[in-house]
């Protein structure tokens, strides 16, 4: 054997038990259904544990056979994870990637193996859209000006200056960069908005907490705290009352997603507004998945609806929150 030929079987051994490590896989292949390769970003928050479980649910009940894989939060899992269904030829692969950048090597592998691809939730900034069908998925940018828009509502009318701490997302993820931009974007116009610290929580409650703790040390005086996602305003909510302040009402609080969880501290006076971000885009994800594979024409861009609900919103829309 010579040795390029050991090193392929060695890499190809490799990537399947990456896989088999990583991912649950209700067995696939040959018996008509369509076999979906998906790449999810990891566990990292609610908004993501009601994504995977809509997706699992979706394929279930839309017949297809679905090869799961965790990246916890990495993206060289995700780009082996895509790598080992491609060896295994799924018909469809979709993916949340983790970060915007650095997908265009695996995903020339994909095309080149005649595998399209969904991306789903994020987007990638590859210049080459050849690389990908559709990308299904929130306008993040809308939501970072909508959290803008509520903020410059709230301090209408009062001219002292107003400080803001940030916890961003992911660093380099499109929800991160994108909430970041569309908030600045609107805050920008009124110089009695600044924004005094900026640091990456990751989208773990964790984290959120980790550096709410750090920002109260090293910032006297915080009016506002504008959180990425949920989870990072809870742990950080956690490190406002642990500092003796009130959540909500010496600090208030601007947050993305929309968890149950979320909704019962605004409920609670503890946040103020949530920007929705809907994680439900499984049966979407599978109707798209069926186009592709057949071959049919899909819009390149697929939107999800949304909307920002307020204090005296909370408490009445809690029951039918699904996630
Ligand atoms: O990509 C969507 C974001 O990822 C959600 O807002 C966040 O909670 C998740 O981790």
């Not at 790449?39 to 990292?44: L, M, N, P, S």
């Not at 600090?251 to 946040?271: E, N, P, R, T, Y």
Request: with cysteine; glycine share 8%; hydrophobic share 40%.
């Amino acid at each position: 054997m010579t040795k390029r030929v050991v090193s392929t079987l060695a890499a190809g051994l490799l990537a399947a038990s990456f896989l088999t490590a990583c991912s649950t896989d209700s067995t696939g292949g040959g018996d008509g259904r369509l076999v979906m390769g998906f790449a999810q970003v990891g566990a990292e928050s609610g908004w993501r544990t009601a994504n995977t479980k809509s997706v699992q649910d979706a394929a279930k009940s839309a017949g297809v056979t679905l090869k799961f894989s965790d990246a916890q939060q990495k993206q060289e899992n995700q780009i082996k994870a895509i790598r080992s269904f491609i060896q295994q030829r799924v018909d469809v692969i979709a993916f949340s990637p983790v970060v915007e950048s650095g997908w265009d090597t695996v995903l020339k592998e994909a095309k080149n193996a005649k595998i399209p691809v969904v991306l789903t939730d994020r987007a990638i900034d590859s210049k080459d859209t050849s690389l990908y069908r559709t990308f299904l998925g929130s306008d993040f940018v809308e939501e970072g000006k909508k959290a803008g828009e509520w903020l410059v509502g709230e301090y209408k009318g009062k001219n002292e200056p107003v400080n803001i701490v940030e916890l961003q997302g992911t660093t380099g993820s499109a929800p991160a960069n994108d909430r970041r931009s569309g908030f600045a974007d609107v805050i920008k116009g009124d110089p009695k908005f600044k924004v005094v610290a900026s640091q990456t929580g990751d989208f773990t409650r964790a984290k959120g907490k980790e550096v709410m703790q750090a920002f109260l040390k090293s910032q006297p005086d915080i009016d506002v705290l504008y959180a990425h996602n949920d989870d990072m305003a809870l742990g950080a909510i956690q490190a406002i009352e642990e500092a003796g302040k009130k959540p909500g009402t010496d600090i208030k609080v601007i947050s993305v997603d929309g968890i149950k969880d979320a909704f019962q501290a605004m409920a609670d006076g503890k946040i103020n507004v949530l920007v929705e971000c809907n994680p439900l885009l499984g049966d979407q994800l599978m109707e798209l998945a069926k186009k592709v594979a057949k071959g049919e024409t899909v819009p390149t861009r697929v939107k999800v609806t949304e909307g920002v609900f307020t204090q005296d919103q909370a408490a009445a829309a809690l029951p039918s929150r699904s996630y």
